[in-house]
């Protein structure tokens, strides 16, 4: 008797097992194997070598049977009778096995025909395998020799993906019936499996084979193509077209792969399709982009400093402020700097300097108007998968540029918004940190765009609607507008020619007195920069224009009668000092996006209940500043507040139509209090501005710069200020600091004791 251990395969009674003679005696140890040989089969737990196995490497159950065949092949061929029990087992040091077993009964509640019809079905199912497999000649003899569901298992044993805990399950099993149900589901799963990775591989192959064939025709018509390109050079496709364009792009490897991909969709898509047509548009946008950074050129800080003077009168701390970022750039060899936020009123020349510094660096200008905009799309760009997608407005200026480095003006960040398409402003952080900008990525582009070397300049109204974290990725250079002398200065040098050349009218047949632009400047405009001056000289133009054109010879010269004559819109109203004094109106100030104004603070006592009446639009934070003038006037003037008790204060600010909010409103409504509450007249000469505190202390305030020129331009000759605003005075122009006195102050006391409402005595 041969005991031959087995791992990985199934056996079964009633099967013929085929063995390779070497590995039989290999796994018996022993070199006797005959015909007619009794052969009792195991199962080992773990794939061991004969030398190391155990007495506990075995399943208790095995199979017995004999050998039946030895061929000339090199196989034995063993036939399985029964199953039986393992009731011991003893290996020797010679590695001989020898076993002590009992027949195991099965469960015989499967019939013979049955079974017969269910191992036909298997047979016809496993040549249907061989033959999608390409094996049936090799396995057809395997495939004869299975008289059993047993045996189809059995046969297919070695390709069966299955555990050895699930083949041993099978050998377990009593029931016949039971064993060939699970014998099938198994078969039948692997069998499916088979047919199905079979059709799979044959059309894969198909598939590989069209491939090819495609391959090779597109190289036999590329070579075809090129021949005939040769001969007729206009007439390249835009496939080859765009090839090269890639091939000489510069672009990043990130770009270059996204572009080529495009490009294999283009060549697979007809002329008619709609995504031919986008994907056209894509690589003509990509391939005309400029990729290739532009060398850094040493910049004559002489020569920039001529040009922004030649385009701009005045504005001497913005041009230094540029002309320090020139010097750094030259010394860094950077493309660019810091980014420049221009903040002012209307027509100050934010916007038309950054085509000035862009003349001066000798690049490319571009303009993206922000106001208005809520969709962050209009920066980022619109993923290619919506219909008429595009890129967003930044990437688009650099391409309407045509290099890599412009000067871009980021204009009216003030003005954007948010929406449920999210928030623009959002979108410039990563546009405006020079951290990030250097793989900036366009949705519509889909790959990382170098914007380090772009001069972003940003222009904006007011500062109050720009959120914070993009206003801390800017530095802020604030236009102060210009004083008269500088508006004189401008429309010299500037509008009149500019309008004398727009409207055709020669220099020999037309001059304008400074008398007529003083005129237009002080009773026809009404602001902190030049855009109102610009129109109504321009207006002036076309109506002598009429004469001009009538009379060629004659010349004109504009004088201020003139420009009351011809000019039809009333004279702009402008506030000034009162003519009559009064106790309880006091002068202030007041700064507004289109520069500074005088406002007056009037106040007034009425038989009442002690109730504080307010009107003229205040916002919220001048009504408190009310409030707090009130309480301090009540500390510094116990007596007369004694009348407050039985009288109703009424404070009233002019321009009832004006919304009017800030907290630097606080000292006149002090002193207008004061003033009422004692009888004592302000000066309407004197003006003032300044926060207050409940302590009494004055406290500072923005816009100095504006409100100085407003008092300078109604005629007021003394101001009063913050302490702490002092250092604010280096931003005032010359003349108006030469026209006004400035009195700083820290306390309010001493503010009503300098204007007379406040006595010294009583301090």
Request: hydrophobic share 40%; glycine share 6%; aromatic share 4%.
């Amino acid at each position: 008797m041969i005991v031959v251990p087995t791992y990985n395969m199934i056996l079964s009674a009633d099967a013929s097992l085929i063995f390779p003679l070497d590995q039989m005696r290999r796994n018996a140890g022993t070199n006797g194997v005959a015909v007619g040989e009794k052969v009792i089969m195991l199962v080992a737990k773990t794939n061991k070598s004969f030398s190391e196995l155990s007495e506990n490497d075995f399943y208790p159950i095995g199979v017995a049977g004999n050998i039946t065949e030895l061929n000339q092949q090199g196989y034995v061929v063993i036939r399985t009778q029964y199953r039986v029990n393992l009731e011991d087992a003893r290996i020797y040091p010679d590695h001989t096995i020898k076993v002590m077993t009992s027949r195991r009964r099965d469960e015989e509640d499967l019939p013979p025909q049955e079974e017969a019809e269910k191992v036909k079905s298997l047979k016809q199912e496993m040549r249907r395998l061989a033959e999608a497999m390409n094996v049936a000649e090799n396995a057809s003899y395997f495939i004869d020799q299975v008289d059993s569901v047993g045996g189809a298992a059995c046969a297919m044993s070695p390709i069966l993906q299955i555990s050895n805990e699930e083949r041993y399950a099978l050998l377990a099993e009593d029931s016949r019936a039971k064993r060939a149900e699970m014998i099938e589901k198994i078969l039948y799963e692997f069998m499916e499996v088979g047919r199905i990775t079979s059709e799979a591989n044959s059309s894969q192959q198909q598939e590989y084979q069209q491939r090819y064939r495609e391959a090779a025709i597109r190289r036999q018509m590329e070579h075809l193509q090129k021949e005939l390109d040769d001969m007729h050079p206009e007439n390249v496709t835009d496939v080859q077209k765009f090839a090269q364009r890639i091939a000489e792009s510069g672009m990043n490897e990130t770009a270059r792969k996204e572009a080529e991909k495009v490009l294999n969709r283009l060549r697979q898509e007809s002329r008619e399709s709609v995504e031919s047509g986008m994907l056209y548009d894509y690589l003509d946008f990509v391939t005309t982009l400029s990729w290739k950074k532009e060398a850094a050129e040493r910049i004559d800080l002489d020569e920039a400093r001529r040009v922004l003077d030649e385009d701009h009168y005045g504005l001497k701390k913005v041009k230094d402020r540029i002309i320090q970022q020139i010097a750094v750039m030259n010394l860094k060899q950077q493309q660019s700097g810091s980014i420049l936020c221009f903040v002012g009123a209307p027509g100050t020349g934010k916007t038309s300097i950054g085509k000035s510094i862009a003349r001066a660096l000798g690049r490319q200008y571009v303009r993206v108007s922000l106001g208005g905009v809520h969709d962050e799309s209009d920066i980022r760009g619109h993923r290619r998968t919506y219909i008429g997608s595009m890129p967003g407005r930044i990437m688009d200026g650099i391409h309407k540029s045509g290099v890599s480095n412009p000067v871009m003006v980021l204009d009216e960040v003030d003005k954007l918004s948010a929406s449920y398409n999210g928030s623009p402003a959002s979108a410039l952080l990563e546009v405006l940190d020079p951290e990030q900008n250097n793989t900036f990525t366009d949705h519509y582009m889909n790959v990382p765009y170098d914007l380090s070397d772009v001069l972003f300049i940003c222009t904006a109204n007011s500062l109050d609607t720009v959120p914070q974290p993009l206003l801390d990725r800017m530095e802020v250079i604030q236009f102060q507008g210009y004083t008269p002398l500088e508006k004189l200065q401008i429309a010299r040098e500037h509008l009149v020619p500019k309008s004398m050349e727009a409207m055709g009218i020669e220099k020999e047949q037309m001059s304008v007195t400074d008398e007529a632009l003083e005129t237009l400047i002080a009773d026809y405009t009404m602001e902190a920069g030049v855009r109102g001056l610009r129109k109504r000289i321009d207006n002036l133009c076309r109506i002598l224009a009429v004469k001009v054109a009538s009379n060629p010879e004659e010349r004109v010269t504009v004088t201020p009668e003139l420009v009351r004559e011809e000019i039809e819109d009333r004279p702009v109203r402008h506030d000034s000092i009162l003519p009559s004094p009064k106790a309880g109106v006091v002068t202030g100030l007041a700064w507004t996006p289109v520069g500074g104004d005088i406002l007056y603070i009037e106040t007034a006592l009425l038989p009442g209940k002690g109730e504080l009446i307010i009107t003229g639009q205040l916002g919220d934070v001048m009504k408190e500043s009310a409030r707090i003038a009130l309480s301090l006037v009540e500390n510094l003037f116990p007596e007369e507040a004694k009348k407050l008790k039985t009288h109703n204060v009424h404070i009233h600010v002019p321009a009832g139509a004006v919304p009017k909010d800030g907290p630097s409103a606080g000292v006149t409504l002090t002193t207008a209090l004061s003033s009422l509450l004692t009888g004592r007249i302000v000066d309407p000469h004197i003006a003032m501005t300044g926060e207050v505190a409940l302590r009494g202390a004055v406290t500072p305030i923005g816009g100095l710069p504006e409100k100085l020129m407003a008092a300078q331009r109604a005629g007021v000759t003394k101001v009063f200020i913050p302490q702490e605003n002092l250092h604010d005075l280096k931003d005032v122009a010359q003349e108006v600091k030469d026209k006004i006195e400035i009195v700083p102050v820290s306390q309010v006391t001493e503010l009503l004791e300098a204007v007379g409402v406040l006595r010294p005595a009583a301090i």
